[in-house]
């Protein structure tokens, strides 16, 4: 614990630059924003919080691989790099597109009062899967790891950044989700259910084009 203090101690301006970094990332518009604020307006708070758990969970899969090195093999490796954008931008095109195919509720042969809910597993794989499948956020912090962060630093302080990287992904968004989740926020959207699915449903295939034309890499 000691040793942990004296770390923070030592590395305090990097760790206050990289949390700064991270957050302006988060607050960013982008995939992760768009399926949050999706979830969180559509379905159950659960769902939205779920989501939100998610994407961390994602962001920890993209730290953990860069701590082991593996992240500049996959951005300079053509055919890994090109294969993650694909797979990532086909998912956000996936998702998008079922959101366009929204209708109204009196347009559905059966029609329901509320559209069906996400499990809470389902939730947390759309926003894993949102969130490691775009190697936009690989390359975000890999640039961080890389560019910011000392090359020579401990590696229990590299493990300190993941957890700041972890936690305030988790705390973000999931003050977005109980944000958006509220009743009277909820309730002002309640008849316009259809075209949220719309709106984010083309924001989302707009960031997966966007996706799939990025050529930058490290």
């Keep these: 614990m000691?040793?942990?203090?004296?770390l923070i101690l030592t590395y305090w301006p990097e760790i206050l630059t990289v949390t700064g970094i991270q957050i302006a990332g988060l607050i960013s518009p982008g995939p992760d924003?768009?399926?949050?604020?999706r979830n969180s307006l559509l379905f159950s708070r659960?769902?939205?919080l779920a989501t939100a758990l998610g994407i961390a969970l994602g962001i920890l899969v993209h730290v953990s691989y860069i701590l082991l090195g593996l992240g500049t093999v996959i951005a300079q490796t053509l055919w890994l790099f090109m294969g993650l954008k694909i797979v990532g931008a086909g998912y956000l095109l996936y998702i998008g597109y079922k959101g366009l195919r929204s209708k109204k509720?009196?347009?559905?042969?059966?029609v329901e009062k509320a559209p069906k809910n996400l499990?809470?597993?389902?939730?947390?794989?759309?926003?894993?899967?949102?969130?490691a499948?775009?190697?936009?956020?690989?390359?975000?912090?890999l640039s961080l790891f890389t560019v910011v962060i000392p090359s020579d630093a401990p590696s229990l302080l590299l493990s300190f950044y993941g957890v700041i990287i972890f936690g305030t992904t988790v705390l973000w968004f999931s003050l977005v989700?109980?944000?958006?989740?509220?009743p009277r926020i909820k309730k002002v959207f309640t008849q316009s259910k259809h075209w949220i699915e719309r709106v984010t449903g083309g924001a989302l295939m707009a960031l997966g084009v966007k996706l799939a034309l990025l050529t930058t890499r490290p």
Aim: avoid cysteine; charge should be negative; hydrophobic fraction near 60%.
């Design 2 to 6: 000691q040793f942990m203090f004296d």
């Design 177 to 182: 989700a109980l944000f958006l989740s509220t």
């Design 119 to 131: 499990t809470i597993f389902q939730a947390l794989r759309l926003g894993f899967l949102t969130n």
């Design 33 to 37: 924003f768009a399926i949050v604020v």
């Design 46 to 48: 659960r769902a939205a």
């Design 105 to 110: 509720s009196e347009e559905i042969e059966t």
């Design 133 to 141: 499948l775009n190697p936009k956020a690989m390359l975000f912090l």
